[in-house]
């Protein structure tokens, strides 16, 4: 069992075998990578769990947990999993061209519930936990704004 569990942009990430950070000056966050032929400059900005990479000129989102941070962390989504009735909304704007599900059904995590056409691109929206769908409220030819509630499932 590792003592950390990195993220970055979300995923988790493996300990890179046989790479060594060393810092040139921490109090800047600067930094190299080293693996004995290649060394790396990084900057290193953030604190607490929350920080950003500098690397090859891209800035990269990580964030670092002790292992009790982690247990929490996924205990905490466990019970939002659980935590009864939740409401899919729109994460954008557009012309609702395709509803695939039904009060009463049952759809699986990441099953295709309906679709959304914003600048002539369709978008499927999917299901973000299984569960049973109780609310339906588009329909295909209905415009909907960022946010709206598209569907409820328990």
């Known amino acids: 069992m590792t003592d950390y569990d990195v993220r970055v942009d979300g995923e988790p ?7 060594q950070l060393d810092w040139d000056d921490p109090a ?7 693996n004995g032929a290649r060394t790396i400059p990084v900057v290193v900005e953030g604190g607490g769990t929350d920080w950003h990479i500098v690397i090859h000129g891209r800035r990269v989102a990580a964030s ?9 962390a996924e205990a905490a989504t466990a ?12 994460t954008l704007p557009g012309l609702v061209v395709a509803v695939a599900v039904g009060v ?4 699986e ?22 569960g049973r769908v109780i609310e339906v409220s588009v329909a295909v030819g209905v415009t909907v704004a960022t946010g709206a509630s598209l569907l409820r499932l328990e």
Not at 28 to 34: E, H, I, M, S, T
């Open 104 to 107: 009463g059904d049952e759809v």
């Open 28 to 34: 800047r966050g600067v930094a190299r990578l080293r």
């Open 13 to 19: 990430v493996p300990p890179a075998a046989g790479w």
């Open 64 to 72: 670092v947990r002790t292992w009790r941070e982690r247990l929490l």
């Open 109 to 130: 995590e990441g099953a295709p519930l309906l679709t959304i056409e914003a600048m002539k691109m369709q978008n499927e929206v999917r299901a973000p936990r299984p």
């Open 79 to 90: 019970a939002q999993v659980d935590a009864g009735p939740i409401t899919v909304s729109a």
